[in-house]
């Protein structure tokens, strides 16, 4: 029995792609937020469909994923 690999350019592969659920933000505390990158941190935003207008320091974005975090 001869195994063979997939190859990088198998369209079928490709399209299982599943959505992502959410992040939840129940256990990010602020010292994990603090420690995010500020990509990651836009991420978990657009993930909750969460605008962070005027956002331009970190610690605005952590303290926006802290005010969506005591909405939910």
């Not at 992040?23 to 962070?52: F, G, N, Y």
Request: hydrophobic share 30%; glycine share 2%; proline share 7%.
């Amino acid at each position: 029995m001869q195994l063979q690999r997939l190859s990088k350019k198998d369209e079928t592969v490709c399209e299982l792609k599943y959505p992502k659920p959410p992040t939840d933000l129940k256990p990010l505390t602020t010292d994990v937020l603090q420690k995010m990158r500020v990509k990651a941190l836009r991420d978990i935003l657009d993930e909750h469909s969460a605008p962070c207008i005027g956002c331009v320091e970190k610690s605005d974005f952590v303290e926006r994923i802290q005010n969506l975090r005591d909405e939910l």
